[in-house]
């Protein structure tokens, strides 16, 4: 797992795609911080990264397009399964790899509350909070965007379904507006991995929120993996 770790966290540093990322998380960011909070003059930092949630939805197939399919298309995918690695561990080093760069984004962008930290005393345990309900929710989106790379070989198909479903997802969170089922409003907002980060954004660190994201880490990677046992039996 560690090997494909590294090799994966490597092929976003060496080639233009974690910079790609970083950079365009970086500057919608600051655009919404210079918006937000400095011009507004404003030390409450969570509602910037609640509305940075969006963004990083948009940002998530560019991260997860490459790992399983770019294999898959480049028949690379082979070597892995004949090679002695479960494929449990191929999808683990896969998905950390992916997860390990958009941490170093997460600890890139916390430059903005340190900026607000020198005008003013923002309320540092909020801001911790809604760190790590950014980082569980981006954990959740991550593995989403594994999965669906596993079942195709294109990269911009794996793309675009992954946009696909994460906007579905988000969109779910408007749509209780919209219905007037209460049954419905009630099944949508228990869906919704972005209902989740509410106590977050308040500074609460709720133990059933990680536990709700933890969960769908471990049922997209399952099937992450199902997927690609399957292509090993087929193959085999």
Do not use: H
């Amino acid at each position: 797992m560690i090997a494909i770790w590294k090799r994966e966290v490597q092929s976003y540093f060496f080639s233009p795609l974690a910079y790609i990322f970083i950079g365009a998380f970086m500057i919608i960011a600051g655009v919404m911080f210079s918006s937000g909070n400095v011009i507004a003059r404003n030390v409450s930092f969570n509602a910037t990264l609640n509305s940075l949630t969006f963004i990083f939805m948009l940002l998530v197939p560019i991260l997860t397009m490459k790992l399983i399919s770019e294999d898959k298309r480049n028949k690379t995918d082979q070597l892995l399964l004949t090679a002695p690695l479960t494929v449990p561990a191929i999808i683990m080093g896969k998905y950390l790899a992916a997860v390990t760069v958009f941490a170093v984004t997460l600890i890139v962008s916390f430059v903005f509350p340190v900026i607000l930290s020198i005008y003013g005393m923002p309320a540092y345990g909020e801001i911790v909070a809604g760190y790590i309900g950014f980082f569980l929710l981006g954990c959740a989106l991550i593995a989403v965007g594994v999965f669906i790379s596993s079942i195709t070989e294109s990269q911009v198909i794996s793309a675009l379904v992954t946009f696909f479903v994460l906007m579905i997802m988000w969109m779910g969170n408007i749509a209780v507006y919209l219905i007037p089922s209460q049954l419905v409003i009630t099944i949508i907002e228990w869906l919704s991995v972005y209902t989740r980060l509410n106590l977050f954004a308040i500074g609460i660190i709720s133990l059933t929120p990680i536990i709700y994201f933890l969960s769908y880490v471990v049922i997209f990677l399952f099937l992450a993996i199902r997927s690609m046992e399957k292509r090993r039996w087929s193959e085999g």
